[in-house]
């Protein structure tokens, strides 16, 4: 009985391997799929999704005094003296003295500033091309803490201590050299 057993099953595995094609198992592939769907759904309820807030012009206000418009403090770093600009244009080019930048004069001016613009706390220095590191950090020193014996640099009042750095506009060109007068 035994033996007619193994006989059949051996002739059935023949079979199936005369034929050439497995029997194909479904049940691993709803498996991963019953998964797949379950992972799908449970992701896209709790996915956030992202408000873009507006706000709307409310009813029309009456006119309010003119606020004092941003001063944008601007340092030019050229190579032969240091410029300081505003929201108005240029407020003072200071020379080179002994080959160097005159950083205690820009320190005192930028106090002076400060001073007049107390809630301002940013500057832009704005470099030529080949300025060197050194006196790049120096300059930033320099904006950065009210000068020595300063009451402000005493209590630790910071001047300017937003610093952003950019390359310097370049110098208008010189207008063309006026005609010789002819003999």
């Given at each position: 009985m035994r033996s007619s057993r193994r006989a059949l099953r051996e002739l059935e595995r023949n079979e199936l391997a005369n034929k050439g094609e497995p029997p194909i198992n479904l049940v691993p592939m709803i498996d991963i799929?019953?998964?797949?769907?379950?992972?799908?759904l449970v992701g896209t309820?709790?996915?956030?999704?992202t408000v873009l807030q507006l706000n709307l012009p409310g009813p029309p206000?009456?006119?309010q005094q003119q606020e004092k418009p941003p001063l944008d403090l601007k340092v030019v770093l050229r190579k032969q003296r240091l410029e300081v600009h505003?929201?108005?244009?240029?407020?003072?080019?200071?020379d080179n003295?002994?080959?160097?930048?005159?950083?205690?004069?820009?320190?005192?001016?930028?106090?002076?500033?400060k001073r007049l613009n107390v809630d301002e706390e940013s500057?832009?220095?704005?470099?030529?091309?080949?300025?060197?590191?050194?006196l790049l950090?120096?300059?930033m020193d320099t904006v950065r803490v009210f000068p020595e014996g300063s009451t402000e640099r005493t209590q630790g009042?910071?001047?300017?201590?937003?610093?952003?750095?950019?390359?310097?506009?370049g110098l208008a060109p010189a207008g063309p050299a006026p005609a010789a007068p002819a003999p």
């Amino acid at each position: 009985m035994r033996s007619s057993r193994r006989a059949l099953r051996e002739l059935e595995r023949n079979e199936l391997a005369n034929k050439g094609e497995p029997p194909i198992n479904l049940v691993p592939m709803i498996d991963i799929l019953t998964v797949l769907v379950l992972y799908l759904l449970v992701g896209t309820i709790f996915r956030t999704f992202t408000v873009l807030q507006l706000n709307l012009p409310g009813p029309p206000q009456p006119a309010q005094q003119q606020e004092k418009p941003p001063l944008d403090l601007k340092v030019v770093l050229r190579k032969q003296r240091l410029e300081v600009h505003d929201h108005n244009g240029t407020v003072r080019v200071l020379d080179n003295a002994a080959a160097e930048y005159d950083t205690k004069a820009l320190g005192l001016l930028l106090a002076d500033v400060k001073r007049l613009n107390v809630d301002e706390e940013s500057v832009t220095l704005l470099l030529e091309p080949d300025i060197k590191y050194e006196l790049l950090v120096k300059v930033m020193d320099t904006v950065r803490v009210f000068p020595e014996g300063s009451t402000e640099r005493t209590q630790g009042i910071p001047m300017f201590p937003s610093i952003a750095i950019g390359d310097a506009p370049g110098l208008a060109p010189a207008g063309p050299a006026p005609a010789a007068p002819a003999p």
